[in-house]
């Protein structure tokens, strides 16, 4: 094994390309993965941008979450061994041949799923867990509504929520096609935003307890419209705009709680911790295949910039991935 390794750079206002790089090296407590697939975030094409640095001390590479083959182990790692089959959440870094990450950030494929399947699943199912069910508590029997219910984030949660006993789930998509996909993973009723007023099809039938939305903007105040008192609100992102003109009344009237939260900085033990919670609750339902992946394209990594084009395009639904 080389010093070195191919990793996708970035290159200032122009295409995504290999380069060779410094292979890492894994600490006392990481393992040395192998990778075979890199998932594709909405949020590279942010720190692409130059909006989203990486934690410091973290790779500027992009990329945070990869499916492999352990290499090595660091000296204090118990659990992992070589040739163990995994697939990882990271800080950054994922866009290369190998990657170094925490044991306490990395799930075992289970032995039915391939690799690429397997890329599909730790970012979106870490986000879905440490935001719906551990900051707002979605609970069985409540209703859950969804934003962007076919990207790689939506189409675990409405599975995750259909899984943990919500009532009905609701989730908006963009087009007819995109509507049968949410609603084949488990949406109680699948909304097309560009022709039905989600706040009109929530509300008749119930209202939300729970919603997770990445688009803020003018969403913001509508999820507090679509919401049932006690309602909690979880964003994770704000593609729309962060600043909105928004008429609290209903907020103190309805009880409502308005939260939102990041993964990528939060500490190793937290990760663990999250890791740890999505290992017991629901990887059982991804090696019984109640919760399935959902890919939409393959890319080689040397066609990084154009597996971009297509995640900013927001025509693909479910993960893209680059393969190495």
């Known amino acids: 094994m080389g010093e ?17 790089v410094a292979r890492p090296e ?12 890199s ?16 934690p410091p001390g973290t790779s500027s590479i992009l990329g945070l979450e990869i499916s492999g083959t352990v290499e090595a182990v660091g000296d204090a790692v118990t659990r992992w061994k070589t040739g163990d089959r995994v697939c990882c959440l990271l800080a950054g870094g994922g866009y290369a041949e190998y990657v170094a990450v925490d044991e306490g950030s990395v799930l075992a494929v289970p032995e039915a799923m ?55 789930v609701f989730a908006t998509a963009g087009s007819p096609e995109k509507c049968q996909l949410a609603s084949s993973l488990g949406a109680t009723r699948a909304i097309n935003y560009k022709t039905e007023d989600f706040v009109e099809v929530v509300k008749a039938e119930g209202g939300s307890d729970v919603t997770l939305d990445m688009v803020g903007g003018d969403y913001i105040q509508k999820n507090i419209s679509a919401a049932n008192p006690d309602g909690r609100i979880i964003n994770i992102a704000y ?62 990594a040397s066609e990084a910039d154009q597996a971009h084009q297509l995640m900013a395009s927001g025509t693909h639904s479910g993960k893209i991935l680059l393969a190495w």
């Open 4 to 20: 070195t390794m191919k990793a996708v750079e970035i290159e200032k206002d122009g295409p995504l390309f290999l380069a060779d």
């Open 239 to 300: 593609q729309n705009g962060f600043q909105a003109n928004v008429n609290f009344a209903p907020v103190l009237m309805k009880r409502l709680t308005l939260a939102a939260t990041t993964l990528r900085a939060r500490p190793l033990p937290e990760k663990k911790r999250i890791r740890d919670a999505v290992e017991a609750g629901f990887w059982p339902h991804v090696a019984s295949g109640a919760i399935i992946p959902v890919l939409h394209k393959v890319f080689p």
């Open 39 to 54: 998932g594709l975030n909405r949020a590279d094409l942010v720190q692409r941008a130059g909006a989203y640095p990486p």
């Open 114 to 168: 391939s690799l690429d399947q397997a890329a599909c699943l730790p970012e979106a199912m870490m986000t879905v867990w440490a935001n719906v069910f551990d900051r707002v508590g979605l609970k069985a029997g409540e209703n859950f509504l969804c934003h962007g219910g076919t990207s790689g984030i939506g189409v675990m949660a409405i599975q995750m929520a259909r899984v943990a006993g919500a009532a009905k």
């Open 26 to 37: 894994p600490g006392p407590n990481e393992i040395l993965v192998k990778t075979a697939f």
